[in-house]
């Protein structure tokens, strides 16, 4: 069943699909912490606070924040989930040519993370099965 994205539901599910294919997606070789600040989600009065952290090789995508994060990106609902669910490229550069997005932190970062995270037939089917969990 769909959930919204970032919802608690969504999360598990979400996490329940990259244990499935743990070990099977190349290595991330490039170490990013970011800490996401998603704003005018449709089921929080308030921002939700969301990290990635590929430090283990592997993508880890939480709620809450990272104290070490390399980066801090700042966003609205509809720009975050077209960036991390439908993963096109060209809303990102949009989106903070025209200020939706905000970052602090190491820049070269974030933008080493358009390339740094593998694709593959596994990493592929998890992005799908991600879109068809999402709301």
Same mark, same amino acid.
């Given at each position: 069943?769909?959930?919204?994205?970032?919802?608690?539901?969504?999360?598990?599910?979400?996490?329940?699909?990259?244990?499935?294919?743990?070990?099977?997606?190349?290595?991330?070789?490039?170490? /990013? +912490?970011? &800490?996401?600040?998603? &704003?005018?989600?449709?089921?929080?009065?308030?921002?939700? &606070?969301?990290?990635?952290?590929?430090?283990?090789?592997?993508?880890? /995508?939480?709620?809450?924040?990272?104290?070490?994060?390399?980066?801090?990106?700042?966003?609205?609902?509809?720009?975050?989930?077209?960036?991390?669910?439908?993963?096109?490229?060209?809303?990102?550069?949009?989106?903070?040519?025209?200020? +939706?997005?905000?970052?602090?932190?190491?820049?070269? +970062?974030? /933008?080493?993370?358009?390339?740094?995270?593998?694709? &593959?037939?596994?990493?592929?089917?998890?992005?799908?099965?991600?879109?068809?969990?999402?709301?």
């Amino acid at each position: 069943m769909p959930h919204p994205f970032l919802s608690d539901e969504w999360m598990s599910e979400a996490r329940t699909i990259r244990e499935k294919y743990e070990g099977q997606t190349p290595p991330i070789t490039a170490s /990013m +912490k970011i &800490n996401l600040i998603v &704003n005018d989600a449709p089921f929080s009065d308030g921002p939700v &606070n969301g990290y990635i952290d590929t430090s283990s090789g592997e993508l880890t /995508m939480e709620h809450g924040s990272l104290d070490d994060a390399d980066v801090t990106l700042t966003t609205d609902y509809a720009t975050a989930k077209a960036l991390f669910v439908d993963q096109d490229p060209t809303v990102g550069m949009q989106a903070f040519m025209t200020g +939706k997005i905000t970052v602090q932190g190491d820049m070269m +970062k974030l /933008m080493a993370m358009q390339t740094a995270i593998p694709q &593959n037939d596994v990493t592929a089917q998890i992005a799908e099965e991600i879109k068809a969990i999402t709301t």
